[in-house]
């Protein structure tokens, strides 16, 4: 850093360009100085100038500056204050600017090759006294003008931000899912409550109709036992999917039925009660097609993949479809499994397989020495589908369809050893079903892809020709330790042999002494 040019000054009203006077020798030499200097703007005014304050049209201009700002970004209200405040240097002369947020340096040397952006604790000392003097500084403004703007900029860009986030769909996924879930507990625990107390005076009509919708829905017809008859045959088998069989048995077991009689009031308050838990399932099946509507419009590849409440179950654990396709296939691979990862770290005991990804038909389809490998593929294809989801530009399902089909060729090539479908081939094929439209990569993007998973199905080949080998080895090992275990016997038998002659000849040489003696 040669020296400080000038300083960009960014502020509610608009912005700001003022000129150093100090040279960097100097203000080396008077750090002291410059960090004081806000407290007295005789002493200020000697070290920076003034060279223009371009102000916002309005709020909304503003926002969007700030907007801009904040995501690292030069708007073109800012390019054209640079311009014409800031004179041209050239690559060898350039001109050193300080400013206040490090992220827009990148942006506006991109958009300027001769400016040179610094962020240092200079820099930052110069911009403090002049938040601080701010009013002073700037003409035409008054006393509290500033806070005002400020005050009114931070509502509504605050306001703009949690707008942006609620609507944003994946939220929606995210309570719905979570709504469905305490629904099923509910559901379950209310439908009980029912069964148990209308078992009261018709225990027998649980054990006929099992399903929970369909025995409030007979119950709520029924009522009182006692005024079922024949002629009620249609009109109960109509509840029961028109079964004419298992409305005789309702019909049959009324009448001989142990159960005791109800008082009104009773009866009124199972009725009341049963209303409840029918209206409660019926919704709880309405928000179940609402989320597959749902998932289908916000992540089509991944519902079709892998299932439209397995894939909002992994939406709701990441926090948000941006945050998932964020993550790694390792680690979409044992989501839900937290506990069980750390218990494992801790004990040194094995890592879990899979977590929310193990509801998935295809790792129940699997056979147990496959599991972990066709959930590991499955994880990988999950990620994928999630990033398409997020990031392209028009929904479509092309891409999961042919996902799926390569899931379903893996698990046959498990059981079978038949040639599954090639990545190359597989984006080719989603990309004539429709895929194009969705998403446009890059032919290094999708040589990437490609190569990440042939990582995965080379690891899985890899894999089982591991496992060949080690059980060679270990047979090998095992051939080996016994013929070792054979000779070391043989041998002992040879030294005990030799020991116990020695023995006999010192015990007769023994015996021939103490005769002579």
């Not at 629904?183 to 929970?212: C, Q, S």
Request: one cysteine or more; aromatic letters at 8%.
């Amino acid at each position: 850093m040669a020296g400080l040019d000038y300083i960009l000054y960014e502020e509610p009203t608009g912005y700001g360009i003022f000129k150093v006077k100090l040279q960097q020798d100097d203000i080396g030499a008077r750090q002291k100085d410059v960090e004081n200097a806000e407290q007295d703007l005789a002493k200020f005014s000697k070290m920076v100038e003034l060279v223009s304050f371009a102000p916002f049209k309005g709020a909304a201009q503003a926002l969007e500056n700030m907007d801009d700002i904040t995501e690292g970004l030069v708007s073109d209200y800012l390019k054209s204050v640079i311009e014409l405040n800031i004179p041209k240097g050239s690559k060898k002369s350039k001109i050193s600017v300080g400013i206040s947020d490090r992220n827009l340096g990148p942006s506006i040397t991109a958009a300027f090759p001769y400016i040179d952006c610094y962020w240092n604790e200079v820099v930052q000392d110069f911009i403090r006294a002049i938040r601080y003097q701010g009013v002073k500084m700037f003409k035409g403004l008054q006393d509290g003008d500033l806070e005002k703007a400020e005050l009114g900029l931070a509502h509504a860009y605050s306001r703009a931000k949690v707008k942006f986030s609620v609507q944003k769909n994946d939220n929606h996924i995210i309570q719905a899912i979570a709504t469905l879930d305490q629904l099923d507990k509910d559901v379950n625990t209310f439908a009980m409550r029912v069964k148990e107390w209308y078992g009261w005076h018709f225990p027998e009509l649980a054990k006929i109709v099992p399903d929970n919708k369909k025995f409030c829905k007979v119950m709520l017809f029924i009522k009182d036992k006692a005024s079922l008859t024949p002629e009620s045959l249609h009109d109960v088998a109509a509840l029961v999917d028109d079964d004419a069989s298992v409305a005789e048995k309702i019909i049959d077991a009324a009448r001989i039925s142990m159960g005791q009689d109800v008082s009104e009031s009773d009866m009124k308050n199972m009725i009341a009660f049963a209303e409840k838990t029918l209206h409660m399932i019926e919704y709880r099946e309405s928000l179940s097609k609402y989320l597959t509507d749902k998932m289908h419009v916000v992540a089509p590849n991944l519902s079709e993949l892998i299932g439209e409440v397995v894939g909002a179950r992994l939406i709701s654990h990441s926090g948000s479809l941006t945050n998932l396709s964020k993550q790694a296939a390792s680690t979409v691979q044992i989501l839900g499994a937290e506990k069980a990862l750390f218990r494992a770290l801790k004990t040194k005991g094995n890592t879990p397989k899979y977590g929310l990804i193990y509801q998935s038909s295809f790792i129940g389809r699997a056979a147990p020495k496959n599991k972990g490998r066709i959930s590991r593929y499955l994880a990988n294809k999950c990620s994928i589908a999630s990033r398409i989801d997020n990031f392209a530009d028009q929904p479509t399902n092309a891409f999961g369809k042919v996902f799926k089909e390569q899931v379903e060729q893996r698990l046959e090539f498990y059981e079978t050893g038949k040639a599954p479908m090639k990545n190359a081939d597989a984006v080719k094929e989603a990309m004539e079903l429709g895929g194009a439209d969705a998403v446009q990569p890059t032919a290094e993007e999708v040589e990437e892809e490609i190569g990440k998973s042939l990582n995965v199905e080379k690891k899985d080949e890899d894999e089982q020709t591991e496992e060949k080998k080690e059980k060679k080895d270990k047979k090998e090992k095992k051939d080996k330790k016994e013929k070792k275990d054979k000779k070391h016997k043989h041998k002992d038998k040879k030294h005990k042999h030799k020991s116990k002659k020695r023995k006999s000849e010192d015990d007769d040489e023994h015996k021939s002494k103490k005769s002579k003696k």
